[in-house]
């Protein structure tokens, strides 16, 4: 995958990289990628074809349901455009988090999502219901022209990335939540990959507790400027 530059892209991740409310802190994130292989995708693509056209095999057994056990969020995995955008998501995942390796997750760790309202939707009432400010619709409003303009979202499939602990990037943190959209528009080969994630502030700053007995003082908190509501109004320059 080949990692698209965008200026626009690179302001909005600074406003999302940790916005902070009381007790939590939201860390947010926008990529974008061309469905184009470097050697790498083009052996894990291989790699994938060959395990995935083996399962499609064994399950043309007559104990098997074929016609339902390849049922993917993709299409049917007997089909190469179904496999294709698969790996595509796979290798965005790679991209994204270098540090880990996604080549063994299943299909089932996604799903196509019916509309691009449904993840507005989402975002609105997890994102943006956290943070209360006057320029919120502001920001929401660049996210989504950004992408737009980027994958054309009315031509665009939508999926989510729901991984258990053993695939989640995130397991690490102390996270509270963690959301995952991916907007694939395969006529102009692009991905957007939009992820952004509620991390405990309280978990996270070890400052907050006693060396000697662990213990816990609330009036830390108060005490703490980092315990503040990020300020949006500076994004208005961003984008002048």
Known sequence: MKYLE???FDALN???ASIEIPDEKIIGRI???SCKDTGEDKQLRKELESKLLEEIEELKTPEYSFSSSIVS???PLDQTASRRTFFYLIATLNAVFPDYDFSGMRHEVFNKLP???MVQNTVQNTLFKLVNSPSTSFLQQRIWTAIDET???SNCDIYSFNPDWKCDPYSD???IWAYHFFFVNR???RIVLFTYRSVSNISMNKDLYDDEDGEFYMEDIEDDNRYINYDYDHLQAMFA
């Open 6 to 8: 965008s200026e626009v």
């Open 14 to 16: 600074c406003a999302l």
């Open 31 to 33: 990529e974008a990628y």
């Open 73 to 75: 969020p993709f299409g």
């Open 115 to 117: 509309s691009v309202s």
């Open 151 to 153: 994958v054309d979202l």
């Open 173 to 175: 943190e102390p996270t």
């Open 187 to 189: 006529n102009l080969k």
